[in-house]
């Protein structure tokens, strides 16, 4: 076992080394172009955008109600949500992620029920602080479908600590 490890050690060391007239060379970076050289760069062109830049659905036009239930038997709390949609569009999905502070826990108030302009969405629910306190509830994100006129789906995420939203056409 030993002779091989040696064996092994000789052929790395010699195997590896160069003749100083074999060596190879370092590579040189090409030089850059200074000025207008005659080389002409084309910048590709932005595509027009499909939609507008205008976010298509504010939180204002979703308001939501939460209020929290007396503890059940067992002592569970339960937050139960709903929602207005002031939008032009039917709502089909929408998706809260809260902050339950007590805790420290995340949960998750979620409707797939279709609100049509106007309406009110059913009752839907989640678990609530143990403080039953409405002040201990704390909105992270908001994730909305929608139907538009041209029957595309329109998907909005909104993340309320930072005020930002992104939203994307689908068809």
Request: proline share 9%; charged share 25%.
């Amino acid at each position: 076992m030993r002779k091989i490890a040696i064996l092994l050690l000789l052929l790395a060391l010699t195997g590896c080394a160069y003749p100083q007239d074999q060596a190879p060379k370092p590579m040189e970076p090409n030089p850059v172009p200074q000025g207008n050289s005659g080389i002409k760069v084309e910048q590709p062109e932005e595509p027009e955008p499909e939609e507008s830049e205008e976010i298509p659905i504010y939180l204002e036009d979703l308001p939501i109600i939460l209020s929290i239930r007396e503890p059940n038997s067992i002592g569970t709390v339960y937050l139960d949500a709903t929602y207005i949609n002031k939008s032009e569009y039917p709502i089909t999905r929408y998706f809260m992620t809260i902050l339950l502070k007590d805790k420290n826990e995340k949960t998750y108030l979620s409707s797939h029920d279709t609100v049509l302009p106007g309406e009110t969405s059913p009752n839907f629910d989640s678990f609530g602080p143990q403080t039953m306190d409405i002040n201990d509830v704390e909105k992270l994100t908001l994730e909305i479908t929608a139907k538009t006129e041209n029957n595309k789906e329109l998907y909005i995420e909104y993340d309320y600590k930072l005020g930002w939203a992104e939203w994307y056409y689908a068809d």
